[in-house]
């Protein structure tokens, strides 16, 4: 049996310590460390969480020697407050609260107010001179009490409070039907009505009367807190939010302040730094007269804090004080919650304060400048989240909620954070009409093609019926920063009549949506968006992360702009880029590439393929300049080539007439091209084993602006990737041809520009051979969207359809996270460690890198890092997120050290 059951905290001491989370929970830890440094805290005690579980133990009783530690304790506490529980003058009042190890909000019980009974209330309403005060007091008590306590249903005393309002309180002021009446409007004569009609429904339900007995109500309420740890709702949640190891529940008896006695009491809630921009400056809302719900509840209009200092000079100057103690203990910025009693200052609460992402990066950067924390610690407070949270425009936190909840339409996966207004469309071409006369358009599909890219360039935002977080439009959009939702089912497009069905609601071409990408909801009508400015602090603490971490971080770019954009974002070289995208830049490039799938002969291939080098050669030459000697990894041609014609007849007689060929030949082409399952049909590598005519132009504009720019005196670093490998002899195959292009181009122009070729490890098959594929491979990247795909057997254009429920705690739960979003580490993951480690068995010092959309997921980047990866590759947004995440890794690492050695 533990001997210490009960820990006591007052007048300046306490007898547990902040870092017992464990023992006496996390508010229990809290109060008795706020004691420990001189805060004016309430007193009270803790009874501790081994308490709890011995209370289950032993079949729902008390351990032996709890009653004794209990009496003591709050004979202390009478001691220290000068008040007794239950006493008919002056009363002590205290709340019963649970507290556990870890946070669970609402998950369990409260009781305030304890020790009131039908004598202690009228010394209470004496005490106060406010009896209005005392009986709302009682009728809490016993309505937080009989339900809590004694399992009563909380709507019979609702229920019986709103039976008083609507008859008593309406027809005394006169408040119209229709018209809610307040808690706040009910008087004194109405509550002693209540608060009798209370007590009888309270007799009813439990067959005995509200217990009169301070100390009966005490045991009852500890008990109710124990019991509340076992309720559902407390047990899911801990199942829900994986939270297991704990020993139970902690119970709080503390003292009660009160802040509606008068003018010279009152309640607030405020900051040790501005939580919108982390500025050093003392922020919050003090309310007079008022209980701590009345701040929440916003019912009346709080004063700032510089009205405190001028009404209350003495609480507002112990505040300051208290606020510097707060953060040089805590090292970070404090929430306080306060209350004032009659001029008295009791601290509440304090906890870290929610931050926006602006004054993370500030407070992180200027704790670090005042020597309050290390650059390490600094580096763990600010999170991905914040990052990304920093470079999309969110919809204007100002907009009121309740009207913002009123035009929701639907909702799919947040395929792209951000938040984007315009009117709709539903085709790419109408998205490219309608932006160049200047209006701004969503682009709605149900999927999206490569056809389509000029229009979802053209949009504000791009919004698919189906998908997931790796489908066409979500990658594409990624790599812009996009805002965009696939997987939005709810829609019913008709593209032709241009209108769509979404939730019983029928919106036509031109009506605005808005899209919020960052948690996935379409709005009906234009909101406020709004782009926080970048901190200044956010360059240099990304400094802080870039000189510990050991992961390097590429970016996936397939244009000039793409590449110095994520240069800007600190890419250390191009991980991927996607040659096709190039082929849909312009009418002529498309109408060569077209040219070239629908030729049927060598020559024909040729020719058209001849049209295509010089924009190639074009867009490396920019690329290499934009990425100033750092590395560039350059994939082929790695989609099917039906996703380059048209399927429209309409569409294919003019892609006929432009060629000068018959339109039957189109179709008849195209038809040859259709494959039940192209993912896995004539792609990738597949594609240049067939037609090495299209690998010989490609390799030829690679190394021929190589050449450009290494002239110019740039240096350039070509990494040539085939995607899609699956054998060895595959690859051996393309290898070779690609030297046999590449060399003699480089021999002529008497320069020596060393290039690498590699593969993408994309199918199961060469993870397995990854020896035998690292013979060849110079390099290996994972192409983990394919990888993921064809590992788990889950198409990653179509598993959005039922991948949500998959991962829905609430429903199958089978996965943590979307594997297309967040790689499966056990899975995809072990595939990845056994292919390093053969690759690695051959090439000790291959290097290898990823290049999937998990690139960017920090939890993957994370896992990168442990495997032993050289470098991770994300869109150029996520740059900064990887360069964190991969900083974090470290920080890991080093914790696990120290925990080692401990
Ligand atoms: C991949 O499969 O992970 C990859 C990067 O290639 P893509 O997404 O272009 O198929
Ligand atoms: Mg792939």
Redesign the pocket.
Known sequence: MPSKQAYFFGAGKAEGRGDQKELLGGKGAGLAEMTRIGLPVPAGFTITTEVCDLFYKRGKKWPPGLEAQVRKALHHLEDVTGRTLGDPQDPLLVSVRSGAARSMPGMMETILNLGLNDRSVEGLAQGTSNPRFAYDAYRRLITMYGATAKGVPREKFDHEFQKIKDTRTRARLRIPEGTKVQDTQVDEAELRELVHRLKKIYIEATRQPFPQDPWQQLVGAINAVFGSWMAEKAVTYRRVEKISGLRGTAVNVVQMVFGNLGEDSGTGVCFTRDPNTGENQFYGDFLPNAQGEDVVAGVRTPLKLSELERRMPAVYYQLVKDRRALERHYRDMQDIEFTVERGRLYVLQCRSGKRSPQAAFRIAHDFVKERLITKDEALARVTPEDIERLFYPVIDPAFPRDELKGRFLARGIDAVPGAASGEIVFTAKDAEEFAASGRKVILVRRETSPEDVGGMHAAQGILTATGGK?SHAA?VARGWAKTCIVGCEALDIDARSKEMRVNGRVLREGEVVTLDGTTGSVYAGGLPTVKPPLPAAFTEVMKWADAIRRLRVRTNADTPYDARKAVEMGAEGIG?C?TEHMFFDTEERRLAIQEMILADKVDARRAALGKLLPFQREDFAGIFLAMGGRPVTIRLI?PPLHEFVPHEREKQEDLARRLGIDADQVAHRVEQLHEANPMLGHRGCRLCITYPEILDMQIRAIIEAAIQVKRKGIDVRPEIMH?LVMDRKELEILARRTREVADPILKASRLRIPYTVGTMI?VPRAAFLADQIAEVAEFFSF?????TQMSMGLSRDDAGRFLPEYVDPAKAAIFASDPFESLDVDGVGGLMKWAIAKGRSVRPRMKIGI??EHGGDPRTVKFCHRAGLDYVSCSPYRVPVARLAAAHAVLEDRAAKRKRRA
């Not at 192409?783 to 990888?787: F, V």
């Open positions: 790796t990658v991927l996607r790695d995607p994309e192409g983990t969207n394919d990888l290049c999937g």
